[in-house]
């Protein structure tokens, strides 16, 4: 891989993959960019028109059209890198047609943040049991990192993690640019569960401040939260970690108070009352907390980590209890 021009598949079509498009094209190292969607129309648009029609539509597409397809087995056929970046609710979908002869011997990078529903697997986890991929040639990217701001080139850090730090370094080189730093990181499960529990988190904080909650009680809520992903992320997988760095602590940080969140958005919407279908269709975009907060409730009934947070972001999406009558039961249990 080190000698030979990095092949890279991007699979998903939405406002994240757009950004690592992105970064991939305007990091100078030399490499193929191949590109899944599943909408025609988008793959249409963007060959004539360089931007993704639905999302970062500001982004200028540098992709060879040639390269952009809606056949996802050709796409990955042609890369020795693959890069998943659909919504984990949509990843069995993607690759239906996938089998694991299709992805022996290349690297698997997820850019996802979430849990497989049924399964309740993390990417990894589902990418090594359903296809046989090694461990060590799994990588994770995550970190504080809105695709917005990347489409505004803000300096942005990206965490990558994976149990060959060669590989992790060797992946960093080819989304390092002027406005992307990396950290590495050999804590693949830490880092998949940290993001997966900070959107459980950003939904707790839009439905807090849906029901009328304000900064001070915040700031409560996400002192709790860092204390509760702690806790379970060191029951699932228990290392020596550092749960301040920025592929924890700031990406709870940047979900649960910024403008651009979908998770923070999500919340917001229940808590004004919203029920979770019209939430869902009044926004473009997926929260991946409302499926991963099913999943996580299913993975703790094993692990038995006190989680009051996800238990009242469960109980409101999915048991349909009032959100300003739990969220009050939530707050006499903080500290
Ligand atoms: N957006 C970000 O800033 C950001 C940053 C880091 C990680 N991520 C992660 O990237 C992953 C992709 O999220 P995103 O933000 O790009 O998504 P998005 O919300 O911008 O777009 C939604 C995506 O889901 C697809 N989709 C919607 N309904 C579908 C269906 N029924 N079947 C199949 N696909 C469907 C759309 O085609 C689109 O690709 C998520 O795991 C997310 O947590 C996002
Ligand atoms: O903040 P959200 O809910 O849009 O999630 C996007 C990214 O995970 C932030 O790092």
Request: proline share 3%.
């Amino acid at each position: 891989m080190e000698d030979s021009v990095n092949k890279i598949a991007v699979i998903g079509g939405g406002s994240w993959a757009t950004a690592i498009v992105k970064i991939l094209s305007d990091n100078l190292k030399e490499k193929e960019i191949f590109w899944w969607m599943r909408d025609e129309a988008s793959v249409r648009h963007i060959c004539k028109y360089q931007h993704n029609p639905n999302y970062l539509s500001s982004v200028e597409i540098k992709v060879k059209p040639e390269n952009i397809s809606t056949n996802v087995k050709d796409v990955i056929s042609k890369a020795d890198m693959v890069l998943l970046n659909v919504p984990a609710a949509f990843l069995k979908e993607a690759l239906k047609d996938i089998t694991a002869d299709d992805l022996r011997g290349k690297k698997i990078i997820s850019a996802i943040k979430g849990i497989v529903p049924d399964e309740n697997q993390i990417i990894g986890e589902f990418m090594h049991s359903q296809f046989q991929i090694p461990l060590e040639d799994i990588v994770v990217i995550s970190g504080p990192c809105h695709a917005e701001e990347v489409a505004l080139e803000k300096l942005s850090y990206l965490t990558i993690a994976c149990q060959d730090m060669n590989l992790a370094c060797r992946f960093a080189q080819l989304i390092n640019t002027r406005y992307i730093k990396t950290n590495s990181s050999d804590d693949i499960y830490g880092t998949e569960y940290g993001a997966v529990l900070k959107n459980i988190y950003a939904v707790a904080s839009g439905i807090c401040h849906g029901v009328g909650f304000g900064d001070n009680f915040q700031a409560v809520l996400i002192s709790n939260a860092i204390r509760e992903m702690s806790r379970f992320v060191d029951a699932i997988h228990p290392i020596n970690r550092d749960i301040k760095e920025s592929a924890y602590l700031g990406d709870l940080l940047v979900t649960s108070y910024s403008q651009f969140s979908r998770n923070r958005t999500f919340g917001n919407m229940i808590g004004k009352g919203y029920t979770v279908k019209s939430a869902q269709l009044e926004m473009n975009m997926i929260a991946e907390g409302y499926y991963a907060v099913n999943c996580i409730h299913q993975i703790n009934k094993i692990h038995k980590v006190n989680m009051p947070i996800a238990r009242a972001v469960y109980a409101v999406l999915y048991d349909k209890h009032a959100p300003n009558i739990e969220m009050k039961l939530l707050a006499d249990e903080l500290s």
